[in-house]
Structures are given as structure tokens and as C-alpha cells.
């Protein structure tokens, strides 16, 4: 899987002189992110399609199934595995097909469990409806905790430190779990941002790490209300991201008590939702 996880293609730099002349060309290797496509079954039922960055994808499983409240610990799923029938032109195992199946055989999922989806909730639900459904699926309370400037300014750095792939790369996002003194936990890459933190969130999952009480979720991206779902849902005490939050992603962690922390970067930083310690 580790070497899926980049390729390498020819590229043609060019670069420019402040008056627009071009002032060299060359063609050599590019390491580029791997894109591909990871279809989730549970009891041999599509749930959902996702572009990701190979690797880490029972996790990615899980932080999934957990986010759109259908587990809840990691007893519920009794085996994730690569499909044997899905292979490519070649005959060898693509390993973008993965079958869940939980540990109650009775639980089957219809198309209603699915309405948390990105790829469901577009279509005629408002904010107010998708913040409950965060709520009715929510099994851990949050635990506010105040928010420590000089822990939040450097969270974003220990994060970037530990992003392998972007070094490589320039395009990748990356998410981390980190304690209340900004040490981290448990890191992950991949092309989408969600994916990434389906990955730390399904990691603790399984290693019996959650609630994340008192822990940060630190995202590379912007705040979207789909990762605030996710940081409410597996019970982290606040989410730090490097950009931008949505109006709904503020909106459901001012309801739900999440710490909501935007452009962490530079030595600044802006509170959405919680308390600056003192």
C-alpha cells in the first residue's frame, strides 16, 4: 500500500523573470499525491464512494461508520476487509472495495441511516435539520476546555512537522489528535480533508481512545460543518483549523459547546466558539 500512496510523473518547469520572459525550462521527475477511489460496503450495500489517498483505510472505515453515528465502539464491527473480487485489468487486487460487516447481523443499513452523508444531505435538508441529526447520533457529551493561546499558535506547526507527505507533495491535507499540552496523538494524510480525519478518529476508535475529551482535532484545511461533525461526534474538546470556518460549522459548534478555532497560522489565530484562558 506505502508505495500507492505517491507516483511519479514527467514534469516541465518553467520559470519567469519579473517582466514575464522566460527565463528557464526543464523537464524532470514530480512526485505527485495518489488519488483513487475507496467504495465502503456494509453487508454488501454501497454506503458511500470517496476519493482518497491509499492507506490507513480500515481506519478510515471506522472515523466514516462513527461519524455518521452507525458504531459507536470498535467491538460493532466484527471484520473490514478488501474485497477478493475486486481487481483490476491486470487480475491483481485493486484494494478500493472494502466489506464491513457488523458484529450485529441484524443491524442493516437503509437509506435513511445515510441522510448524515455528504453525498445525501445536499438535497433539501437545512442547517437546523443537519445539526440535529448531529445531535440524535451524538454519544458523547463535549468537555469544554479553555483555550490556551500558547498551546493553539503552536499547534499548527507541530502539524505541519509531522506531514511526510506534504514535504513530498505540496497536495495533501493532514489531521492530528493532540492532548491539552499540544502533543500529538496520532496523524494522518490524505487528498480529501474528511478522509484525513475519518483516519485519526477511526485510529483512537480502535485503540479505545474516545471520547477525545480535552484533545484537539487540528486540521490542515478549513472548518467545515462535515468536520465539525465529526470532532462533536467522537468527542473532542476543540477543532483547530489553519483557514476558514463555514457559517454552519459555527453554528453547530456554539450549539454543541466544540471549541472552534480558524486561521490558526502566523502567531494568530481567531475564536469562533469557546473561552481564551486567562
Same mark, same amino acid.
Not at 521527475?29 to 458511500?48: H, K, M, N
Not at 468536520?227 to 456554539?254: C, E, H, N, T, Y
Given at each position: ?86 481487481? %483490476?485489468?491486470?487480475?491483481? $487486487?485493486?484494494?478500493? /472495495?472494502?466489506?464491513?460487516?457488523? &458484529?450485529?447481523? !441484524?443491524? +442493516? ?98 485503540? %479505545?481512545?474516545?471520547?477525545? $475529551?480535552?484533545?484537539? /482535532?487540528?486540521?490542515?484545511?478549513? &472548518?467545515?460543518? !462535515?468536520? +465539525? ?50
Amino acid at each position: 500500500m506505502a508505495g500507492r500512496i505517491n507516483q511519479t510523473y514527467s514534469v516541465t518547469r518553467v520559470r519567469l523573470d519579473d517582466d514575464g520572459g522566460v527565463t528557464q525550462v526543464d523537464t524532470r521527475a514530480d512526485t505527485v499525491t495518489a488519488e483513487e477511489p475507496l467504495e465502503i460496503r456494509v453487508g454488501g450495500q454501497t454506503i458511500t464512494t470517496t476519493m482518497r489517498t491509499p492507506g490507513h483505510d480500515i481506519e478510515l472505515a471506522h472515523g466514516f461508520l462513527h461519524g455518521e453515528g452507525h458504531i459507536s465502539l470498535a467491538r460493532d464491527v466484527a471484520n473490514a476487509r478488501y474485497c477478493a473480487g475486486a481487481t %483490476g485489468d491486470d487480475g491483481h $487486487n485493486t484494494y478500493n /472495495l472494502l466489506d464491513v460487516e457488523f &458484529a450485529a447481523p !441484524e443491524r +442493516v443499513l437503509s437509506l435513511k441511516d445515510l441522510r448524515l452523508t455528504t453525498t445525501t444531505s445536499a438535497c433539501g435538508v437545512c442547517g437546523s435539520t443537519s445539526i440535529d441529526s448531529v445531535f440524535k447520533n451524538s454519544r458523547y457529551p463535549i468537555a469544554p476546555m479553555p483555550l490556551d493561546p500558547a498551546v493553539i499558535s503552536k499547534l499548527p506547526d507541530a502539524l505541519r512537522e509531522q506531514q511526510k507527505q506534504f514535504r513530498k507533495t505540496g497536495g495533501i491535507h493532514a489531521a492530528g489528535a493532540f492532548d491539552a499540552q499540544g502533543n500529538p496523538l496520532v496523524i494522518r494524510e490524505d487528498i480529501g480533508r474528511h478522509n484525513a480525519a475519518d483516519k485519526v478518529i477511526g485510529h483512537m476508535l480502535l485503540e %479505545g481512545q474516545l471520547p477525545a $475529551n480535552h484533545h484537539f /482535532l487540528v486540521m490542515s484545511s478549513r &472548518a467545515s460543518f !462535515e468536520l +465539525v461533525q465529526k470532532a462533536v461526534m467522537a468527542g473532542f474538546s476543540a477543532l483547530v483549523a489553519v483557514s476558514a470556518p463555514s457559517s454552519l460549522a459555527i453554528d453547530l459548534a456554539r450549539e454543541a459547546g466544540l471549541g472552534l478555532v480558524g486561521f490558526a497560522r502566523d502567531n494568530r489565530f481567531n475564536i469562533y466558539s469557546g473561552e481564551l484562558s486567562r
